[in-house]
């Protein structure tokens, strides 16, 4: 366990510089793949219109410069799974590929289940389940939107809940995204996450360096290096041609 922290650490040691520049354009990224629990002949799944909240989570994440990038859908027919009991998530804990979600330890698996008895979780590294109906029917279908990306904080790090109350709060709640549920202000809509409106769902600089140190957080070329790069490849066509 902790041979391979180190070795994540040693890994991400090259890469911390940009992360002084919070909500800089995106830097990193984070597979996600979305699985729909359905029906065993696929008439009825969890999440029928394929709805993922990208928005929402990408502007949260957009606190850390990383880029959400969910994959296409994959599918599980199975309509046991489609109320998800603890064992059951444990199966699917032990061998994702067996459904529907991939066994890359750099993607993380996104189970979408009609019920559950909780309304968001996250087991292991790469696993989160999703009580999709109840997060889409909280708060006007508001309430909960960033619950999948509060799992993902845990999926790419966060073993435990961060709980600074706002010094305002009369409640002792927290505007953190990786506050508790009970103890974590509301989600209030896109225009109220951090750095907008009444700033919901943020994370601090401590917490957002030690997120880009899992394996599952990659680098994405900048577009300037791309540009640069073509620049180059451009001009040794050109130089080759003229000297031809
Ligand atoms: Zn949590």
Not at 13 to 41: G, Q
Not at 81 to 91: H, K
Not at 129 to 150: A, K
Request: with cysteine; net charge negative.
């Amino acid at each position: 366990m902790k041979t391979q922290f180190t070795f994540a650490m040693l890994l991400a040691l090259p890469c911390l510089a940009p992360t002084s520049h919070v909500n800089a354009a995106a830097n990193w990224r984070v597979d996600i793949l979305p699985i729909n629990i359905c029906n065993n002949d696929g008439t009825v799944c969890a999440n029928n219109d394929g709805e993922v909240w990208e928005d929402v989570g990408d502007k949260i994440w957009a606190q850390a410069g990383i880029d959400l990038h969910f994959l296409p859908w994959s599918a599980v027919y199975n309509e046991a799974l489609l109320s998800l009991d603890q064992c059951e998530r444990g199966l699917m804990i032990s061998n994702p590929a067996a459904y529907g979600g991939s066994n890359d330890p750099t993607v993380v698996n996104m189970w979408f289940a009609q019920n559950m008895t909780a309304d968001g979780t996250t087991q292991g590294s790469t696993r989160i389940f999703l009580n999709w109906p109840y997060l889409r029917s909280q708060g006007g279908g508001e309430g909960q939107r960033d619950v999948p990306f509060h799992e993902l904080g845990h999926a790419l790090g966060y073993s435990e809940h961060f709980g600074i109350p706002d010094p305002d709060d009369p409640f002792g709640k927290s505007s953190n995204l990786m506050a508790g549920g009970d103890f974590r202000k509301r989600y209030e809509g896109i225009e109220n996450i951090y750095p907008d409106g009444l700033g919901r769902d943020r994370l601090m600089p401590p917490q957002i360096a030690l997120i880009l140190m899992s394996p599952m957080v990659y680098p994405i070329p900048e577009p300037a290096s791309f540009l640069l790069g073509a620049i180059g490849i451009l001009s040794l066509f050109v130089l080759g041609y003229r000297n031809r």
